[in-house]
């Protein structure tokens, strides 16, 4: 027994362990208003925060306390402040470095942990539909800022001659679009191209249908509930998959699908999470972490619920992603582009 390493297994688990826990109370401030209660309010006591809130002050004290020794707000003379850059992680989704989506994306994974064990023990699979609401809501939350930030600025023009057609009129396909925030942020951008957004989840298009009426894009985009391949027929000069195909039972059949209903000159665009070949290659990055996690918990499981099962797992890989669409029978795939976070593939033929 190396006790060395023993004692830093032990506090390396123990530091995750912190984490989970912080986690949670970080949801809390998050579900119940109170860090947009406290951004830009200023030093505030328990009983100031009760009044802003409508909360029991007994539990926000203990709360604060815990927040102030987590290092999350400040605290001085029996008040606690929320400093304006935590107020960017916590309090405010448009903001590039927004986190709490991501707290609640967690917190509906943790609620699915007894079924998730159970198809572990089965191998059954476990549908997307049958998480919490949580999951829908935080993943449309966290990706929010990552699409707006690299949507239209990186992952686009990364492909070639692209964004020429969607400026001069294109008709886009978003497959498996959620919340539609991918599809609106297109049809902010090209307001001369009509947009379709698809996704298995009718709570989710019920969703994204309110949010292309806030975005006043109502007039240029469609939400259907369907698979891949439904919907709307083509042709299409532009199908995309942006972080969705790794989660399908069958993604060479639905690459396939999309690339019957693609123009003679039309484009795939597929979106999935950084990852390299060989896991052995991201040992001890915090992304693929977080990434293998999710994998874990929601991908894998929901693309066991689906006709096929492949399972192809949010990790696959360069290699693996065009190695599907070149059986789906794409004569030209490449990827386009590689972020810190994720891997943009083109197909075409």
Not at 63 to 90: D, I, K, M, N, S
Not at 102 to 115: C, I, K, P, R
Not at 288 to 293: G, I, L, R
């Amino acid at each position: 027994m190396d006790t060395t390493k023993l004692e830093e297994f032990a506090a390396q688990i123990a530091q995750e362990r912190v984490g989970a826990a912080l986690s949670l109370l970080t949801h809390l401030g998050d579900q119940l208003g109170i860090w947009r209660a406290m951004a830009g309010a200023g030093p505030l006591t328990s009983a100031d925060l009760a009044e802003r809130t409508g909360l029991a002050e007994r539990y926000l004290r203990e709360w604060l306390a815990g927040q102030a020794v987590a290092g999350h707000v400040e605290y001085a003379g029996g008040r606690y402040t929320l400093p304006p850059e935590h107020a960017a992680v916590l309090a405010d989704d448009d903001s590039p470095v927004a986190q709490a989506g991501a707290v609640q994306a967690n917190a509906a994974m943790w609620l699915a942990a007894d079924a998730i064990a159970e198809a572990f023990r089965t191998g059954e699979g476990f549908g997307w539909h049958r998480h919490d609401v949580r999951l829908f809501e935080g993943t449309a939350r966290f990706f929010g800022p990552l699409y707006r930030q690299s949507l239209t600025q990186q992952w686009l023009p990364a492909l070639d001659g692209v964004t020429a057609r969607l400026e001069s009129g294109a008709r886009v396909l978003d497959v498996g679009c959620g919340h539609g925030s991918s599809t609106v942020l297109m049809a902010q951008a090209y307001p001369n191209s009509r947009f379709e957004g698809l996704d298995s989840h009718a709570g989710s298009i019920t969703q994204a249908a309110q949010a292309a009426v806030k975005a006043g894009v109502e007039d240029r985009v469609r939400f259907t509930v369907g698979e891949a391949g439904q919907g709307r027929t083509g042709p299409w000069d532009l199908v995309c998959f942006f972080d969705a195909l790794h989660d399908m039972g069958d993604p060479v059949g639905a690459a396939a699908r999309a690339r019957g209903q693609l123009a003679a000159d039309g484009t795939l665009l597929v979106v999935e999470p950084y990852a390299a070949d060989r896991f052995e290659d991201r040992i001890g990055d915090p992304v693929s972490m977080v990434y293998y996690a999710a994998s874990t918990l929601c991908c894998v499981p929901n693309s066991l619920a689906q006709d096929t099962g492949t399972a192809l797992g949010a990790q696959a890989g360069e290699s693996r992603i065009l190695r599907v669409l070149r059986d789906a029978g794409f004569t030209r795939a490449r990827l386009a582009l590689a972020t810190d976070y994720n891997l943009v593939f083109e197909a075409r033929g």
